[in-house]
Antibody, heavy 122, light 110 residues
Framework: QVQLVQSGAEVKKPGSSVKVSCKAS????????ISWVRQAPGQGLEWMGG????????KYAQRFQGRVTITADKSTSTAYLELNSLTSEDTAVYYC???????????????WGQGTLVTVSS | QSVLTQPPSVSAAPGQKVTISCSGT????????VSWYQQLPGTAPKLLIY???NRPSGIPDRFSVSKSGTSATLGITGLQTGDEADYYC???????????FGGGTKLTVL
C-alpha cells in the first residue's frame, strides 16, 4: 500500500531550525515527486516546495527560497524538509505528499503523510 | 491571502446538494488541471478529485466537478453528516511555478 510516514512533533525556539522526515514506500520514491505543504492553525494549505526524488532535484516556492532545504535519501526512501530561522509564524502542521508524475508540475497530491506539528515558542 | 478564491463556508441539509466554487486566473486554473481535497477535522487532506473531474478509487459519484475558464465548482449531492469537512481546491500556477490552493471552504451539514 502506498504510504507516507512522517516524524513526530517538534517544539523549537525562535531563530532555530527544524528538520522533518517523510518515509515513503519504494514505488512512490522512484516514480513521483514528493512535496511539502504546511497548514498554520485554523488556516489553509500552503505549498512550500518539493523534490524529484529519483534525481534529488528540489523546487521551492519563492517565499521560502533561502530558508528551506528539501532533500531525499534514496537508500531509505526518505524525504526531508529543513526550515531555518524559525519564527512563531512557522508554527504549523507540515505535511509531505506524493505528487502526480515524477517531476513538476504536480497536478494533484495523494497520499499525504499524517502531518508533523512544529511549534515555535520561546 | 490564497491565490485561489473559495467561499469561507457553505451549508445545506442532509440529502440536499451543495456547490463550492474555486476561482483563479489564466496562469493557474485556466491552463492547468484542478484537484480537490477533503480534510476532516484533525486529519490530513484526502484527494477527492484529480485532473479536473476524475475521482480516485473509493470516492463516490456524489462528488463531481464542473470547470469553465478560470473557475471550477465542486458539487456534492445527497449530503451526509460525514461530509462535514473543509474542502480545498488546488492547481499549478505557471507564473509562480508553484502549486497553489484555495483558502478552504467549511461545509456544514445542518
Amino acid at each position: 500500500q502506498v504510504q507516507l510516514v512522517q516524524s513526530g512533533a517538534e517544539v523549537k525556539k525562535p531563530g532555530s531550525s527544524v528538520k522533518v522526515s517523510c518515509k515513503a514506500s519504494g514505488v512512490i520514491f522512484n516514480s513521483n515527486a514528493i512535496s511539502w505543504v504546511r497548514q498554520a492553525p485554523g488556516q489553509g494549505l500552503e505549498w512550500m516546495g518539493g523534490i524529484i526524488a529519483i534525481f534529488g532535484t528540489p523546487k521551492y516556492a519563492q517565499r521560502f527560497q533561502g530558508r528551506v532545504t528539501i532533500t531525499a535519501d534514496k537508500s531509505t526512501s526518505t524525504a526531508y524538509l529543513e526550515l531555518n530561522s524559525l519564527t512563531s509564524e512557522d508554527t504549523a502542521v507540515y505535511y509531505c505528499a506524493r505528487g502526480s508524475g515524477y517531476a513538476f508540475p504536480s497536478n494533484w497530491f495523494d497520499p499525504w503523510g499524517q502531518g508533523t506539528l512544529v511549534t515555535v515558542s520561546s | 491571502q490564497s491565490v485561489l478564491t473559495q467561499p469561507p463556508s457553505v451549508s445545506a441539509a442532509p440529502g440536499q446538494k451543495v456547490t463550492i466554487s474555486c476561482s483563479g486566473t489564466s496562469s493557474n486554473i485556466g491552463n492547468n488541471y484542478v484537484s480537490w481535497y477533503q480534510q476532516l477535522p484533525g486529519t490530513a487532506p484526502k484527494l477527492l478529485i484529480y485532473d479536473d473531474h476524475n475521482r480516485p478509487s473509493g470516492i463516490p459519484d456524489r462528488f463531481s466537478v464542473s470547470k469553465s475558464g478560470t473557475s471550477a465548482t465542486l458539487g456534492i449531492t445527497g449530503l451526509q453528516t460525514g461530509d462535514e469537512a473543509d474542502y480545498y481546491c488546488g492547481t499549478w500556477d505557471t507564473s509562480l511555478s508553484a502549486a497553489v490552493f484555495g483558502g478552504g471552504t467549511k461545509l456544514t451539514v445542518l
